[in-house]
């Protein structure tokens, strides 16, 4: 044991307790213990690179390129994405790809290039390969967007997996998004981010991961790790957008640097991307284009996004005691409380707490003795209740849920066939091994229980996954055995698909159980892929300005990787790097920019303060009431959204260079974003503020509270007052909104003189599978008769199927 286990073993009985903290001292050394004896011991290494051309054959799509010491596959897909995989690798098995390997382009053709390399060339993009390997994705005209120089792998003797390292250059102009849900983006700048999902003990801010969906940016060497990290780079630039998708599901770390015009003796230094991973294949996916193109071709290869229950889009609360556990009567306590002060409330979360002794699919009946009952009351008020879950199942004979997967043999094992114990929540716990079909299907059928008991919804928590230890990662062994779909490996390749193959569980197991209605499933952690089962939420927020930030940035990053269904949690978790409870000018705030994002949920818990909005006085009800009002009335937005992410892939809440990345300002602009086609948002993200500067996009854009209007492209400043944060809307725009009586109505801002615009419309009555219309309209002036609406279809024009108000005018006219 050295100095520093010793002091972390310490502080852990002395912080948790004697009986908690020495179980996490014990599985800290029992998985040292295992990794020791089930990783094989790393030798000495040998250094590769591909060494050069020898020999080209064509093949669907692309073809083979044979070097002297590898060989690169490439293939052309009939939607333009470019995949290319070295050694052979070729594009399955994969977890990200929701239908294997697309039909490849039949006029894209492999042809000989100057000084003995090739390329191939499609109708959207040639890849250049030179004789020693490097890759080029050149646009149509010859211009280059990403650049791969030659990869160089690392091979242990005995044949384990090879760790590699590729480095890539892109534009000097060039800014870097995405890695899944960074907490320091959108936009990421230079530094180290990691590849591996982690729980970091604590609430993230602004600078961390965020802890879950893979890691965030800090500057080397030591990069902290997210809770859903995904490598996915998104690259925008002069010349073009790009994304590149490397895909293993190793650790890793991605080390950025941006470019630099007119460097050193004035000749321009490119942005590099330098990727190391500790194994699996070196291969990749490039989609090219503009960002609604890229990720309406990214969701043809990575799934459409699952579509959330209308129910899903409205307020969430997540319920948590502050003092002690909680029960029945409490949840009822919130629940009154919300609607005697007037605030919408659509789902309730229920935590760990109303469990029997915090074991998963179980309730403690002393606390929680008529929970069908309660759930009933609260869908009469048009209340759902959610569930959370964790993937740890306490390892005690008597639990049904462990007694059953120990005679069903689903729970991971180590590399000598002994069951791997961890720590979860309610003590020593064994863990399911998702990447098993066998299991997959047996965990979903324990949704059963949580669906007797009236849940509608589920959370997935603590699912990267995590395992409490005093010291080391608090996961599961690295030397661990998993499935993988029958192939076989260990957690190195697992670890960061566990929470995938574990929402694809529970959605799986929800649509047998429930197959009229659409699953709601939440992740905290997840890979790429994710959105086909659910969506994503932030794990524990710091309380804190910088955290508000950051929530921002992790929604903007998941929905740039096919996440569209995302957000944190309003008024922040607490216990963050500077604990700090929630101020009421700090809660205002963060409610007023969870009410534009996609997920919003607002949570109470100990560590939290103060959670409902009558707690913190009247000024800040009302102004709660106001946001949470907003959000209501533009519900059928919301619903119109879901439904457009899960035709074309465009996530909900976009950067504001979505339609214009040639704009240098935009791809710079990180403090607001545009909520679909028609709205831009720009909270307000420090305190103390009572106007703020805006980035507007070209085009003419309202100020929906004063119906002032400016022109862009340029900059702003307008009040931002705590009574609201400043919203506008684009010159034509039509907006499905709930009118006064409950029913849909079209808000049209007027368009410029001139000029047309329009918007679409996609009504969802239900929380089941059918196939709503979009509706299309077009808004115009016409001589006399002002703006005129009205619905595009087959047979042409008619008029609007729903009432009309017309704003941005002298003032609001109805039609």
Same mark, same amino acid.
């Given at each position: ?175 870097? !998004? ?276 009236? !849940? ?181 937005? !919301? ?177």
């Amino acid at each position: 044991m050295n100095g520093r286990d010793l002091v972390r073993s310490m502080k852990a009985v002395g912080s948790m307790g004697t009986a908690r903290g020495l179980r996490t001292v014990r599985a800290a050394w029992r998985r040292r213990r295992v990794d020791a004896a089930g990783l094989p011991a790393r030798g000495a290494e040998r250094a590769r690179v591909p060494g050069q051309v020898v020999a080209a054959e064509p093949g669907p799509g692309g073809g083979t390129i044979r070097f002297g010491r590898s060989e690169l596959r490439i293939h052309v897909a009939v939607n333009g994405a470019v995949f290319w995989g070295w050694d052979g690798a070729g594009p399955e098995p994969s977890y990200a790809l929701a239908a294997g390997c697309p039909e490849a382009d039949p006029r894209a053709a492999l042809e000989p290039d100057k000084d003995g390399g090739w390329r191939v060339v499609a109708e959207r993009v040639t890849v250049v390969v030179s004789r020693h390997g490097a890759i080029e994705v050149c646009t149509p005209g010859g211009v280059t967007l990403r650049r791969d120089l030659p990869p160089r792998w690392w091979e242990p003797e005995g044949g384990e997996p090879g760790r590699w390292m590729l480095r890539s250059e892109v534009a000097a102009d060039a800014r870097f !998004f995405g890695l899944g849900g960074r907490a320091s983006g959108p936009r990421l700048r230079a530094g180290t981010y990691r590849l591996w999902n982690t729980d970091s003990g604590r609430a993230f801010a602004r600078g961390d991961g965020p802890p879950h969906i893979t890691t965030p940016h800090v500057t080397a060497p030591h990069a902290t790790t997210p809770h859903v990290g995904m490598p996915v780079q998104w690259v925008v630039a002069d010349a073009g957008v790009h994304l590149a998708f490397y895909d293993s599901s190793w650790d890793g770390t991605v080390v950025l640097r941006e470019g630099e015009e007119g460097a050193g003796s004035g000749h321009d230094r490119a942005g590099t991307s330098e990727l190391r991973m500790d194994g699996g294949p070196l291969r990749c996916w490039v989609v090219v284009g503009a960002p609604a193109r890229v990720l309406h071709v990214w969701a043809s290869l990575t799934g459409a996004p699952a579509l959330p229950p209308a129910w899903a889009l409205g307020r969430h609360h997540a319920y948590r005691a502050r003092s002690g556990p909680g029960n029945e009567q409490d949840v009822r306590r919130v629940v009154a409380g919300h609607l005697e002060h007037g605030l919408p409330l659509d789902a309730v979360h229920l935590d760990v707490d109303h469990f029997d002794d915090r074991q998963v699919f179980t309730v403690d009946e002393e606390r929680f003795p008529k929970l069908p009952v309660l759930a009933e009351e609260l869908r009469r008020d048009g209340i759902r209740l959610v569930s959370v879950v964790d993937p740890a199942v306490k390892a005690a004979t008597g639990n049904a849920v462990h007694d059953g997967g120990a005679a069903a043999d689903v729970f991971v094992r180590d590399a000598s066939g002994r069951l791997v114990e961890g720590v979860g929540r309610a003590g020593e716990a064994v863990f399911p091994d998702f990447t098993h079909a066998r299991v997959r299907a047996w965990w979903g059928g324990l949704y059963a229980e949580r669906l007797t008991q009236g !849940f509608s919804g589920f959370w997935h928590d603590r699912d990267e996954p995590t395992s409490f230890t005093a010291f080391g990662e608090p996961t599961l062994p690295r030397s661990a055995r998993h499935a993988l779909e029958g192939r076989g490996g260990d957690h190195r390749e697992a670890h960061n698909v566990y929470a995938l193959c574990m929402a694809r569980a529970g959605y799986e197991g929800l649509r047998e159980l429930l197959p009229e209605e659409r699953p709601f499933v939440l992740s905290r952690s997840g890979w790429v892929g994710l959105q086909r089962y659910g969506g994503v939420w932030s794990g524990g927020v710091a309380s804190g300005w910088p955290a508000l930030r950051a929530s921002l940035a992790l929604v903007m990053g998941l929905g740039l990787c096919g996440v569209p269904y995302s957000g944190p949690d309003v008024g922040g978790f607490g216990g963050g790097p500077s604990p700090e409870l929630p101020s009421p000018e700090l809660y205002v705030r963060s409610l007023q920019l969870g009410a534009y994002l996609p997920l919003l949920r607002t949570r109470a818990g100990a560590r939290a303060g103060r959670g409902e909005p009558w707690e913190f006085g009247a000024e800040v009800l009302e102004h709660a009431r106001v946001a949470l009002a907003e959000r209501r009335r533009l519900l059928p937005y !919301f619903v119109t959204l879901a439904h457009l992410a899960r035709r074309t892939g465009a996530p909900y809440v976009r950067p504001l260079w979505w339609g214009a990345p040639e704009d240098r300002a935009l791809r710079d602009c990180e403090d607001a974003f545009l909520l679909g086609d028609c709205l831009l948002v720009a909270p307000v993200l420090d305190p103390g503020a009572d106007r703020r500067a805006v980035r507007l996009p070209r085009g003419r854009w309202y100020d929906t509270a004063t119906g002032r209007s400016y022109a862009g492209p340029g900059q702003v400043v307008v009040d931002a007052s705590l009574e609201r944060i400043p919203v506008f809307a684009r010159a034509g725009a039509v907006i499905p909104v709930r009118g006064e009586d409950g029913g849909l109505e079209l808000e049209v801002w007027a368009p410029a003189r001139g000029r047309t615009g329009g918007g679409l419309v996609v009504r969802d009555a239900g929380d089941g599978w059918g196939e709503p219309e979009v509706e299309r309209y077009v808004a115009r002036w016409e001589g006399g008769r002002g703006v005129v609406v009205e619905r595009e279809g087959e047979d042409g024009v008619c008029e609007p199927s729903h009432p009309v108000r017309v704003r941005g005018l002298a003032g609001p006219a109805q039609m």
